[in-house]
């Protein structure tokens, strides 16, 4: 089993020239042993992701998506389903991340429907959840996170050993060089544990919570080291390959 999860998001960055290069540089700075005890994952646009996955696999690197659709299929241009994803072996996919929220109107509701739609395909879901900054500083951090899980998870019956992940973003330390202290972020996946385990039993409380927000290699470490946080979901440092290796190794390092 692995015991951390260093999930890298591209967003929209990475030609497929340097997706090549990243490979050879990985390849440079990465250290084979490590394959076999931290999950390693990247986040590609959808033109990059069989390409990304020819390059990348042989270093034990999954490869997702950043988003789908919340439709099975139709006439909706420019959208991806579940099912295109899985056809070309899609195996993670982000939903949910704030600025899918901020910036193409993503509510917790159709958030929800598409990780139905993942679930339907057998795809695993990494589900964002987080505060903004004016959240927070009126206090409301717990209360946003709540109502966001409760709705998301509503009704949903969860199966014991499901494979999916909740990455704790908030949104005022995303691109913004700020970081939750690492006991900010631990209190807060404090929380959602427990409340993962109030809404579905013990078995809950397995599921991997991956921090998100400006972590980089110089404190990574820091934040995997509490005691609710079993990995990271990573923007920009995600980008240089020598940086995500380094991020890898720290991870295997640390109990």
């Not at 691109?175 to 544990?193: M, S």
């Not at 409380?205 to 079993?230: H, R």
Request: charged share 25%; glycine share 8%.
């Amino acid at each position: 089993m692995n015991r951390y999860v260093i999930a890298g998001n591209w967003k929209m960055n990475m030609t497929q020239g340097e997706v090549f290069n990243f490979s050879e540089n990985y390849c440079i700075n990465c250290d084979d042993s490590l394959n076999i005890n931290v999950k390693k994952i990247i986040c590609v646009s959808y033109p990059l992701l069989t390409y990304a996955m020819r390059e990348l696999s042989g270093f034990g690197i999954d490869v997702g998506a950043q988003n789908v659709s919340e439709h099975s299929h139709g006439a909706y241009t420019g959208e991806v389903s579940a099912k295109i994803l899985e056809s070309v072996d899609v195996k993670y996919c982000i939903v949910g991340h704030s600025e899918r929220r901020q910036y193409f109107g993503d509510t917790d509701e159709i958030i929800k429907q598409k990780w139905m739609q993942l679930r339907s395909e057998r795809i695993n879901p990494i589900i964002c959840v987080g505060e903004t900054l004016e959240e927070r500083e009126s206090n409301k951090t717990f209360d946003v996170i709540k109502r966001q899980i409760e709705t998301i998870f509503k009704g949903v019956e969860l199966k014991a050993g499901e494979d999916m992940m909740i990455a704790y973003e908030p949104v005022w330390a995303i691109g913004t060089g700020k970081t939750a202290t690492p006991e900010i972020a631990q209190e807060v996946h404090k929380y959602i544990r427990e409340l993962l385990v109030d809404i579905y039993g013990k078995h809950a409380g397995s599921i991997p919570l991956l921090y998100g927000g400006s972590v980089k290699p110089e404190n990574i470490k820091e934040l995997l080291e509490q005691d609710d946080i079993n990995g990271a979901l990573i923007g920009g440092a995600s980008l240089d390959a020598k940086g995500y290796a380094e991020m890898v190794k720290v991870a295997s390092e640390t109990v």
